[in-house]
């Protein structure tokens, strides 16, 4: 039967109120890559997997949270959507309330979001808003606003984000058919972890799927809950995690804690160092979403996990067309031949 999205998939699965319409993009579904090259690399002995989170519709994991959230806003009868982000949320908010047919109001933080989300925004039609702030008080701006306004608040504040974000972890344990021993993501604003979270414990109870032990990865310039308080001014290259202070933050420490993982900070350069490896499997994702493999590599290599015959999965959370500066920043301009066959030979051939 043809894939018709999360909501027709695991709708019986989620706690959203009986008034939501589905609104769909077909998101999720996204493929588990073995990444054999990658565990070897990192010791071998183990196997290791890529949840590629970049195919869903708009290029991220929040999709998943967006068709739940923008459903049920529609249902309730909601005419206009509003949230913080640093890209990646506004582009799904934006996507999935014109698809609904609501208006969609984006603050984001002035000159801080990668040129693919901003594109996308704007070419889904929502209105953007910069603000002269960062992310964390973008968010406190569209928190009091649709406190005051008819205005539904999509941020992962919203519980049904949460609920659409827990079908990852449904789909790793469907086609794993079990759960992994491990599962390492990037965190930032901490909702993505703490609905993973919700999902494994669910399927536990429902499926009696084991509980995978969560590695948590904040950017080292972006890590309250690795220092236990906020940031400030956080700074990273990897900027859908440049939090100082996660509205799920608390969760997420609970989550790890209770799952015996825990939340770790790579740096800037371990984190572009992934994004590279991932790339030589084919696998290009934008910054932040190779920190929870580099976190991974991280404390391998510390020795602080043992991944000896364990099954682990790694959460890429974002496509890299998102943020093709970070890359054409770096390169050198591909060099220029002559339409000459001879020419071309010597410089391909010898
Ligand atoms: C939103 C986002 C994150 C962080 O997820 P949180 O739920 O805020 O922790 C990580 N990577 C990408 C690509 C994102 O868009």
Redesign the pocket.
Known sequence: MAYKGLLERYAHLLDLPAHTRAVTLHEGNTPLIPVPRLAEGMGGGFELYVKFEGLNPTG?F?DRGMTAAISEALGRGSKAVICASTG??AASAAAYATRAGLRAVVLIPQGEVAAGKLAGVVAYGAEVIQVQGSFDEALSMVVQLSEKHPLALVN?LNPYRLEGQKTAAFEICDTLEAAPDMLCL????????SAYWMGFKQYHQKQNTDLPKLLGVQAAGAAPLVAGHPIEQPETVAT??RIGKPARGEQALEAAQESGGRIIAASDEEILAMQGRLASEGIWV?P??AAGMAGLAKEIQAGNIDPKGQRIVAVC??HGLKDPDIITQQMETPEVLPLDLGVLEKRIVG
């Open positions: 991220s929040k990646n949320t992962s990037p965190v930032g604003n901490a909702g993505n972890i859908a995690i934008e932040a979403s959370t974002g």
